[in-house]
């Protein structure tokens, strides 16, 4: 696991969150407290606390997890396989309309008393193309149940412009140049930066690619939302404008796939430049910042909300 | 029902939690985390040593669910 540590960027000083201890990263990386001492001692970037002893970063901590295994075998791996296993199934289904009841509330070790005023939620986008409220979202707690209907489209982006720097920005997640991993919130929102310093996840290419695409004189815009399936997941793509429609280019999706993450068909890769997957549920999130916020501030780790989701029939 | 409870006593962080889990009770909004159900849809695949489906996957809620799942390897074909 300590040469995993050449795999990804660690998160710069000035960004990290140094405040998970020993005992709850050994738990994240399933295993002993000693292998992370060793590894702090070893350089693993940490903050040495008198009384808790080394403090580590959560996003550290993932990717160490992600890039550590090599088995495929760990959460993150685990849940691109299962999110992304709609990929293997005929294309047709991509695009069917589905209707999803999707339940979004705080975790289970979040502090008691929390408001809405307090935790902030992003709900649903129930105007974007292809949303349709099926149950309008009704409060839960601080949270919401909603239940929608998404009908996808299959397109695919025709201008050679937007389709070469989308394909840039592929390029360099699958050479390395740019390493995809966990990326902290607030370097999500600098996205140039992350860039820069070669790490990016999915907030951080629908960023880029929407400004690069503006910047060239096209109308683009980040989305953020859920990706649905076995849970609902955090995901970021980015909206381009053609031809009277919006588009989504996914970098990410198109990069993941052909990995050894996971193994998906020609056409699905073709699908991310342009088609709309009927499980990609936009929430109000402009310029896909932070779907979750405590006192306005993008929500920690440890706070970030559970998402569940489940076909729903009126039936 | 026993049998899908104990594969998913297996992945939780806190397995005393499910004895406050109802069979039709979505595990998320009951306070499964996101890591546990993909451990549990991972025990289910090898379990039944193959993939699980798309649709199986998105069905994959309750304790009722993982039950139904894990009877098709009790079910003898034809």
């Given at each position: 696991?300590?040469?995993?540590?050449?795999?990804?960027?660690?998160?710069?000083?000035?960004?990290?969150?140094?405040?998970?201890?020993?005992?709850?990263?050994a738990r994240v990386l399933d295993t002993g407290p000693d292998h992370l001492e060793t590894l702090a001692a070893n350089g693993f970037p940490h903050a040495d606390d008198p009384e808790r002893?080394?403090?580590?970063?959560?996003?550290?901590?993932?990717?160490?997890?992600?890039?550590?295994?090599?088995?495929g075998q760990t959460i993150p791996d685990l849940a691109i396989r299962f999110l992304l296993r709609f990929?293997?199934?005929?294309?047709?289904?991509?695009?069917?309309?589905?209707?999803?009841r999707v339940r979004v509330r705080p975790p289970k070790h979040a502090p008691a008393g929390l408001t809405a005023q307090e935790y902030r939620i992003s709900r649903p986008d129930v105007t974007a193309p292809g949303i349709q409220a099926i149950r309008p979202a009704v409060a839960d707690g601080v949270g919401f149940e909603v239940v929608v209907r998404i009908t996808g489209a299959p397109a695919s982006i025709q201008d050679r412009q937007i389709w070469d720097v989308y394909a840039e920005l592929v390029d360099a997640l699958n050479t390395g140049t740019v390493v995809y991993q966990a990326v902290p919130e607030?370097?999500?929102?600098?996205?140039?930066?992350?860039?820069?310093?070669?790490?990016?996840?999915?907030?951080?290419?629908?960023?880029?690619?929407?400004e690069r695409l503006r910047a060239a004189g096209h109308t683009a815009r980040a989305r953020r939302g859920y990706l649905l399936g076995l849970v609902g997941s955090d995901h970021a793509w980015c909206e381009v404008y053609e031809d009277g429609a919006w588009k989504p280019v996914d970098v990410v999706f198109a990069s993941l796939a052909g990995t050894q993450r996971f193994d998906a068909s020609a056409s699905f890769v073709a699908a991310c430049g342009g088609g709309r997957f009927n499980r990609l549920?936009?929430?109000?999130?402009?310029?896909?910042?932070?779907?979750?916020?405590?006192?306005?501030?993008?929500?920690?780790?440890?706070?970030?909300?559970?998402?569940?989701?489940q076909p729903w029939s009126a039936g | 029902m026993?049998?899908?409870?104990?594969?998913?006593?297996?992945?939780?962080?806190?397995?005393?939690?499910?004895?406050?889990?109802?069979?039709?009770?979505?595990?998320?909004?009951a306070g499964v985390?996101?890591?546990?159900?993909?451990?549990?849809?991972?025990?289910?695949?090898?379990?039944?040593?193959?993939?699980?489906?798309?649709?199986?996957?998105?069905?994959?809620?309750?304790?009722?669910?993982?039950?139904?799942?894990?009877?098709?390897?009790?079910?003898?074909?034809?």
């Open positions: 696991m300590t040469r995993a540590t050449e795999r990804f960027v660690p998160v710069p000083a000035d960004f990290a969150c140094y405040e998970t201890d020993v005992r709850w990263a002893g080394p403090l580590f970063d959560h996003v550290d901590l993932m990717n160490l997890a992600m890039y550590g295994a090599g088995n990929a293997d199934a005929d294309p047709r289904t991509w695009y069917e309309p589905r209707e999803w607030r370097l999500r929102m600098r996205h140039a930066t992350a860039w820069e310093l070669g790490m990016a996840d999915c907030v951080v290419t629908s960023r880029l690619l929407a549920l936009p929430c109000q999130a402009d310029d896909a910042v932070a779907l979750v916020a405590i006192d306005d501030e993008p929500a920690p780790p440890w706070a970030l909300a559970g998402v569940s989701c | 026993n049998d899908a409870r104990t594969l998913i006593k297996k992945y939780l962080d806190h397995p005393v939690l499910l004895d406050h889990i109802d069979d039709e009770d979505d595990l998320v909004a985390d996101s890591g546990e159900i993909i451990r549990i849809a991972l025990g289910c695949e090898e379990h039944l040593r193959r993939a699980l489906s798309d649709t199986e996957l998105a069905e994959l809620t309750s304790v009722r669910a993982v039950s139904r799942l894990l009877s098709e390897k009790d079910t003898p074909c034809g």
